[in-house]
Nanobody
Framework: QVQLVESGGGLVQPGGSLRLSCAAS????????MSWYRQASGKERELVAV????????NYANFVKGRFTISRDNTKFMVYLQMNSLKPEDTAVYYC?????????????WGQGTPVTVSS
């Protein structure tokens, strides 16, 4: 079955960096786009970044452009989110998502999330 397992979250000071990882299994990883979302306390979940199946196309939310980089390794079934110049407003639980609703998978899949806290 499809599994997405995030890791790499933690406490970091403003201006610092973190790299989140998402380990995928149970589907043909190289055939699907992948994305990162985040949800801050009391707020709705929001899209952070998307990467195409080959890794050649990426899109970012305006609030992370120039600071975050999404990447993937199709040989290791991994998706990454490199987060630089972190701000307190980046504090949230970060989720890896397989957007499978419009594909033969017929549904989206989510990981359990990894918390990121940006604070001094």
């Amino acid at each position: 079955q499809v599994q997405l397992v995030e890791s790499g979250g933690g406490l970091v000071q403003p201006g610092g960096s973190l790299r989140l990882s998402c380990a995928a299994s149970g589907f043909i990883f190289s055939s699907y786009a992948m994305s990162w979302y985040r949800q801050a306390s009391g707020k709705e979940r929001e899209l952070v970044a998307v990467i195409g199946s080959s890794g050649s196309t990426t899109n970012y939310a305006n609030f992370v452009k120039g600071r975050f980089t999404i990447s993937r390794d199709n040989t290791k079934f991994m998706v990454y989110l490199q987060m630089n110049s972190l701000k307190p407003e980046d504090t949230a639980v970060y989720y890896c998502k397989l957007p499978g609703l419009t594909t033969p998978l017929r549904r989206d899949y989510w990981g359990q999330g990894t918390p990121v806290t940006v604070s001094s």
